[in-house]
C-alpha cells in the first residue's frame, strides 16, 4: 500500500482540539464550528469512514494535561495501517524565553503561555511515541494572540511557526499567521484557514487523483487563500509525508460499479474475497452487494419451488457471499429482443436480477439462463470504494477469461 492510498479507517485516530473561549484572550466562536465541520466530514463514509469511536473531539479544554492525555492516548492505540492525526485551532503563542509553540487553553495567558498552555512539544513527543506510519498535524493558529481578536501577529512567518513544531515522519500544515482581520472574518461560520480546508475536502479537486493528498490540498487551500488577500499557508514535511493520502476526491464523477467483475487483490487474507470473481449487483450511496460467480455449488433446499426447478440453468445453488444465507438471489440474462417482465431489475446489457415472485410460466421463453446464489456480499457506503482504493478488490481484466461470466 502506498503512501498515497487512504489509511484504514478503522486503524486510525483522529484528536480534533479547539479552544473557543479564553480569560486573557479574545473568544473565537467559529472554532467551535470548525471542529464539528471537520469531525463530520472525516466520518463521512463517502470521504473517508472514520469510525466515530476513533474521533476525539477535545472543546474548550482547560487543563494541559488532559488534552496531552487525549493525543497520548489516540497515538498508543493507531494499529497497523493506520493514519494519527491532530488538529488544533485557537490562539497560538511562542514561549518568550525558548521559543516553542504553545497551543493555548482557556486559561493561557500571554506572558507567561507555557503555565496554562499546551507545549507543542507534548504533541510532537506523542506523535514520535505511535506506531502509525502516517501522521498529519494540522494548526489553525497565531502565536502572538493579539489583544484585538485577530487569529494571528506579525512578529514572525509561517516558517517560524513550522520550524518550532516540525517532527520526523509527519506532515505538518500550518495557517499563515497575519495583521489582517479577515484571517477569522467577524461573522462568518469558520476561520479562514479551516473554512478553505473544510471546502477543499468536501468538493474535492476537479481532474485531480482519486485521493487527495496533503500536499494537493495544501496547494489548493494555498491558492485559495492568497486569492482572497491572505498570507500563504505552508506546507513542511519528511519522509515523503506530503504524500499522504487525507480523504477521497469528491469532485471526480462517482463511477457507478454495478455490473463490474472484481476479484481479490494480491496477497489479500479473506477466503471469500480471494476465492473468485464477485459481481456488482447494486452500487449506490447506501452501499454495494454482489455475488460470488464462481461460489462453490450445493444442490437446492427441498423446500426450492419446484416449477422453478426446471427453469434454472445449473441444477443447485451457488454461494454467493456470507450475508443472509438463507435467501436466494437469481441472477438471470435476457434473450436478444425479449421484454423481461417488471420482476426483473436490469444491471447491465441483458443481465440483471430476477425476482423468484415471478410466475416460472411467464419467463420459460424470456431468459437465455438462470442461476440461483445463496447469499452475497454486502458494503456499507463508501466501503467497496475503500477496497478497490487499497487493493483488497481489483477489476477483471478485460481479457482476463474470468472477467467473463
Known sequence: MTRSDLADPAASQVVLIGATTYTRLPALPSVAANVAALAELLRDPQLWGLPPENCHVVLDVTSPREVGRA???????????????????????IDPINGQLILALAECEPEVPDEAGLPYDWVGRAMAGAAATRRVVILDCCYAGRADGLMSAGTGGTDEVADVAELDRTCLFVSAPSNRRAAAPEGEKYTAFTGELLRVLRDGIPGGDP??????????????????????????ERNAGGSVGLVRNAA?????????????????????LAGGRILVLRHDDTGAIGVDLDGRASPLPDEFAPAWRERL?????????????????????????????????PIRDRLGVLSLATSPEEVRHTFAWIRVFS???????????????????????????????
Do not use: C
Request: glycine share 14%; charged share 25%.
Open 71 to 93: 493525543i497520548r492516548t489516540a497515538a498508543a492505540s493507531v494499529t497497523e495501517g493506520g493514519l494519527l492525526l491532530v488538529y488544533y485551532a485557537g490562539h497560538g503563542l
Open 252 to 272: 471526480l464523477s462517482k463511477e457507478d460499479l454495478a455490473g463490474v467483475i472484481l476479484r481479490g487483490g494480491r496477497g489479500v487474507a479473506d477466503r471469500d
Open 211 to 236: 485521493v487527495l493528498t496533503m500536499a494537493a490540498i495544501w496547494r489548493r487551500v494555498r491558492t485559495a487563500l492568497t486569492a482572497r488577500g491572505f498570507e500563504r499557508p505552508e506546507l513542511r
Open 375 to 405: 447469499g452475497y456480499f454486502g458494503w456499507s457506503p463508501g466501503e467497496l470504494e475503500s477496497y478497490l482504493d487499497s487493493g483488497v478488490l481489483v477489476r477483471a481484466a478485460a481479457d482476463d477469461p474470468r472477467g467473463e461470466l
Open 313 to 345: 440453468t445449473e441444477a443447485g445453488v451457488r454461494y454467493g457471499g456470507p450475508v443472509a444465507r438463507d435467501g436466494f438471489i437469481a441472477l438471470a440474462q435476457t434473450r436478444p429482443a425479449a421484454t423481461p417482465p417488471p420482476q426483473f431489475t
